[in-house]
């Protein structure tokens, strides 16, 4: 597939990339030169030039790169064009702010259902999604390809068991739990509390040269 050809380091700015030229494209501009988006995403330009150049996107000086070409080629790579079902577990907090949260602005991603132990919560909707209970998982997750985890954390492994036994592909970890899975599913893991207090860490001890 010509999408193993990125390098991973490449694909996860691809993202970052898409949004901004997303928004130039509603701006109704044609063109975007690599110092202008190096300026917005905060990617070095030569990093620009050389990832584009994975995508086939060919700069040409003083022109810049066609937007429409790249929004193309982003859509067809990050699957924009087919909708992918998410389902979240654990309905507190966080989790309703996600519920809350419109990501179909910048993705094909959609929260089909929720899920909880929470007798109060179960039956009800939160943004226009319903609310099952955990009990019910394997009855309802049906074609649901990605899970978002933001229950406690002693939660995490029984549930992450019975997802990969439902035959989940991806889970977007919230809680600190470290969970194990078999190789074919991907898990990313995002602690909130511990990237807030690795950036106090850098802000204290890597101050930033304002001096340039
Ligand atoms: P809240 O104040 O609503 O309880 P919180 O974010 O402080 O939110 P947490 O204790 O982190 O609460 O729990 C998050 C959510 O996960 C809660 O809604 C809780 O009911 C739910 N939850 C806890 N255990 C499980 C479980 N085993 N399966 C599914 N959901 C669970």
Known sequence: MEQNKIPQATAKRLPLYYRFLNNLHHQGKLRVSSKELSEAVKVDSATIR?????FGALGKKGYGYNVEYLLGFFRKTLDQDELTEVALIGTGNLGTAFLHYNFMKNNNTKIMMAFDANPDKVGKDIG????YHIDDLEKKINGVQVAILTVPAAAADGITNRLVDVGISGILNFTPARITVP???RVHHIDLAVELQSLVYFLKHYPLDTEE
């Open 183 to 185: 190789d074919s599913v």
């Open 50 to 54: 050389r990832d584009f150049s994975y």
């Open 128 to 131: 226009g999604v319903p609310i």
